[in-house]
């Protein structure tokens, strides 16, 4: 498996492998997030208690799980940056972080959105809010840091770190609201049981997580390019590129 | 080795005392932070139990956050720090000496300075000693997680806001615990399991958090 990743550190073939995988997952990204979306909100039968309201499910829990999982995958990336000294996967952890917080606020946005009918409140101070709402303070942390250097490279190396400083506090965090305070009810669908939702609500709901992850994914191929471009600006395939794209 | 960890932790101490006005200032913040409270919020005495464990505590978070930039900052300036990561000596424990230092000489005062502030918030007995063993367990846990951010936002040269911004949420889970624990104790229930999961904390940040550091110091010293 080394071997066939090892070409991947070097910037030219990540470009270029981004290059070759972004058609693919655009396309999926827009069938399956259609399809989804399309699904849940108009086909779904409505839910006995909660109305159509409950629809706003179909974004809200993709994007609360995928909000945690775009974290992981950042510290993962920063890991292996520290790690083996790679330098693209600093770049895929920068690129990856604006896009986690986005999806964090959209998870927070729908959640309020929702809660405001349901609960009777826009918020509460209970446990999951609360650590998403951390969640996106530990992106903006690693952003902001991020952009206060000059110096790129260092950037990267100190972003990671604290990237890592996050993921080992995550689990700390989420524990400790969870003890402070409960209101949001428990997990539905990730639970090794059998899942509390009913089938034709679950499908559409597991095609819009499939959805939101790869238009994520295929949002982070493009961040990535651009990241590699910025960066290697006086590298001699990028100023290729460059001219390429200015003939055409 | 143990010599000029020794001689780091002496001259850090003496560095520290002949600057004594500039350890005063966080401490005169801590007291000012507190003394808001009771006007901000009104002066009935059962509200000021109620909240006042949990605005020592921010305050006490508060103020260390402001103390912590002086950390490395003089060492970086001067160079030192970069003849000290030249020297043999390991740099985890160079470092781990320093924060403990930085620990005694710039925490512990805000300790000895909270049986003033429990009085001013009305606390009971059995609450200031929870709060105290809290205090106590928290705060070095405070200086070791916040070193490392210190560590990398060294060469910065703004980077008191963006400590806050860094550390302010990876601080919320011992707030959570501290708090917790003398709630428990003003209903005179056990708090031992908030008190261990405070040191268990510690104990790993003790014994990851100095090499996070070192590196992160790396890092800035490019």
Known sequence: MWKWLHPYAKTQNAYQLCERLLPWFVTSALISFVIGIVWGLAFAPADYQQGDSFRIIYIHVPSAILSMGAYSAMAIAAFVGLVWQVRTAFMAMVALAPIGAVVTFIALFTGAAWGKPMWGTWWVWDARLTSELILLFLYLGVISLYASFEDKHQAGKAAGVMAIVGVVNLPIIHFSVEWWNTLHQGASITKFDKPSVAPDMLWPLLISILGLALVMAAIFIRRLQNEIVRRELNRPWVQELVSAAKEK | ?222
């Open chain 2, 1 to 222: 080795m143990s010599a000029s960890l020794t001689a780091i932790l002496r001259r850090d101490l003496a560095l520290a005392y002949r600057q004594r006005s500039e350890l005063m200032q966080p401490m005169m913040f801590f007291i000012l932070v507190i003394s808001l409270f009771p006007l901000g919020i009104g002066p009935n005495p059962e509200i000021l139990q109620k909240v006042g464990p949990g605005v020592i505590w921010v305050a006490a978070i508060l103020s260390s956050l402001l103390g912590m930039e002086r950390l490395f900052k003089d060492d970086y300036n001067d160079g030192s720090l970069e003849q000290v990561m030249l020297s043999s000596t390991p740099l985890p424990m160079v470092v781990l000496v320093k924060v403990f230092a930085h620990w005694l000489t710039s925490i512990v005062p805000l300790l000895l300075l909270s049986p003033l502030l429990a009085l001013f918030l009305n606390l009971t007995q059995e609450m200031y000693w929870a709060l105290l063993l809290t205090l106590l367990l928290g705060t070095p846990l405070l200086s070791l997680v916040g070193a490392i951010a210190v560590g990398l936002t060294l060469s910065l040269n703004r980077g008191g806001v963006l400590l806050a911004l860094l550390l302010l949420p990876v601080f919320i889970p011992l707030l959570i615990f501290a708090t917790a624990a003398v709630e428990a104790a003003s209903l005179q229930l056990p708090y031992n399991a908030q008190l261990a999961i405070i040191g268990a904390m510690l104990l790993i940040s003790l014994a990851m958090a100095p090499f996070a550091i070192a590196y992160a110091l790396r890092v800035s010293q490019n």
